[in-house]
């Protein structure tokens, strides 16, 4: 593989030229993050786990479930983009989610203490409930003292795989605790009729302030405990990238996807990959009808004359958007099956993860021992490993409180490089795979911020991509023209 140690050295010393994100003027930007919905079930009989337990409450529930809901929805204070809890919708899916969590094994038949609401999001509606202590026994039958519900707001997501959902979290938790287990929190269960889907509260039995995100560290630790978090960032997705692509696990959850999803072309593949094009479209200025004839002639519903008037695309954009898609849905990821060797050549740069890599995911716990846990995996995926390095050494655009998060690049971000490639020396053919992850990153971001308040945050985005860009064509010595004339597009001034 090279000479590994000048690998480490060469990277950490370019990296030291890529100027970090000035954190000091932009911390009331607003923190609104866009959510892109969907996601399960075939033939429609779910199997035993997802079946509900009761249709309705019994009687004698409804008077205390009722108390609980009203109880949680006094408490809950919504932050904006967040929707109020205060409903009749709201308040009846509550109570069929608390009759259905009733039938589960993890409830042991105990009552319900409390219900919280912690999140009422564009995409699910998120509760934790915790059950009375049944004393001895429950000890002894290891049954949880909480679990969190997920509901699903979107009424195709138990067909749909296309985006973040519930298809990608309801089968992609027990994928990724084959491939790493622990990491993910535990299924218990889910429902296909009420789009829920019951998960361990990585959270029980931590006092609160006692477990805290990557992202918490980053924007109030000071810079060692920032940098130690950092580590943990990257000890937990050094983990996922070691597991590999060729388990059994990885292979179920693709075909798990496909027989729920039978339109889905790349079951498994990253989430929603045409907001990387769209992004690429207005980047330079092309109307979004804009297509490729070659593109035109594999659809299903073009004709000739549906696209005769519309406009041609650059040759600039369309060599882009080819290399998008290899990237983002390379030939492995089509339906299965697919032979091993196309896995066994590029598939040692690909990993299966939670495909959202904002550090508010990764939590540390209260001691040194205790281990690091990745919540949310809505949007679980085959992605290129370039991903996760991307947006580390671009700050976390994607997450919600960017530009503030201190991320010490020179000193960290060699080591996640090496924990994602295993030291793989930065050839140009690999350099090349992570300017085309950059400038998809940065892509997706023009596409969902340029309409939003976060637009603001567009200018520092796509100059840091450039920059990023052109680091990586330089230390690896790569003269690819169309990847250097990207990196100019996203540096010219809007």
Partial sequence: MGDNGSMQVSLSSDISRFSPNDSSGSSDVPAQQAEAPKALNPEGAAPEAERSPSGEADPTGNALDEALIQEAITLYTPVPPQASADSAAMRRNLSRMLAWVRGLEQSGGRDLANVRILGTGMRSVVVR?????????????????????????????????????????????????????????????????????????????TAEGEQYSVAHALLEGTEQQALEALNYYIEAYHSLAASGIMGEAVEDYRLNLARADRKAQFPGAIASPGLAERGLKKLYGVADEARTPEHDADSPASSPAAHEDAPVLPAAVEELSFRFRRVLQPFFTKRPPVPEQFKLNRGRVYMLSSGDFSPQNVLIGPAEDAPVRIVDAEGTCLHHRGFPFVEAMLGFPSSPEYPRYRVDRQRALPALYSALFDDAPLEAHLAEDLAVCTAITVCVLVELYSASPRATLLPMIRREGAQLMRLLLQISGSQDATLAECAERLDAPE
């Fill in 129 to 205: 409930v915790n059950f009375e202590d049944s004393g001895p026994a429950e000890a002894a039958e290891a049954l949880p003292s909480s679990l969190i519900l997920k509901r699903y707001r979107r009424k195709d997501s138990t067909q749909n795989a296309g985006g973040f959902g519930y298809l990608r979290e309801r089968y992609g938790l027990s994928a990724l605790n084959e491939q790493v287990p622990g990491l993910f929190p535990r299924f218990y269960g889910a429902d296909a009729e009420l789009r829920v889907i019951a998960l361990e509260d990585v959270s029980a039995g």
